[in-house]
């Protein structure tokens, strides 16, 4: 890749996140990039505070299209179908789960994502040993908290 194409690729992502930020999109729970021609969406794309409504996110979309080197826009969204239908925009919400609900903690930008701040230096050993304390500690409270069967 040249030095104009990888500028132009990071000017293009700057760009694309001034669209999101002025249309109040939470940046934590959507992960994006230009490769190519073409911007990639994934994630859940929702606001902080209220829900997007299908217009809005066809005026991102149409933003977002009409920026410079932008060609194509793919919509992974856990929460909308968003595609292009000749001079419009087909945006339907859906109901899939989000990856963290089914277990993909390795996505990022979903709403699993959380910051842990770690107050003390530990070695890897000891917190594994905690944690195999706590989960067997779990496992006996619940054994305890059941009823056998009749």
């Known amino acids: 890749m040249q030095q104009d194409e990888q500028v132009s690729r990071y000017e293009v992502n700057r760009n694309v996140r001034m669209v999101l930020i002025r249309h109040d999109a939470d940046l934590t729970r959507i992960d994006y990039s230009f ?42 969204f856990n929460n909308w179908t968003v595609a292009s239908a000749g001079d419009s925009w087909q945006v339907i919400r859906t109901k899939k789960k989000s990856a963290a609900s089914v277990g993909a903690a390795y996505q990022a930008g979903t709403s699993g994502d959380s910051t842990i701040v770690v107050e003390k230096a530990e070695k890897l050993i000891n917190v594994l040993k905690d944690i195999e304390k706590a989960s067997k500690k779990e496992k006996e409270e619940t054994v305890i908290g059941s009823v056998p069967p009749k």
């Open 35 to 76: 490769i190519g021609n073409t911007v990639y969406f994934y994630g859940d794309l929702v606001k902080p505070t209220i829900d997007f409504t299908a217009q809005e996110i066809e005026v991102l979309a149409r933003e977002i299209s009409a920026l410079p080197h932008v060609r194509e826009i793919q919509f992974h």
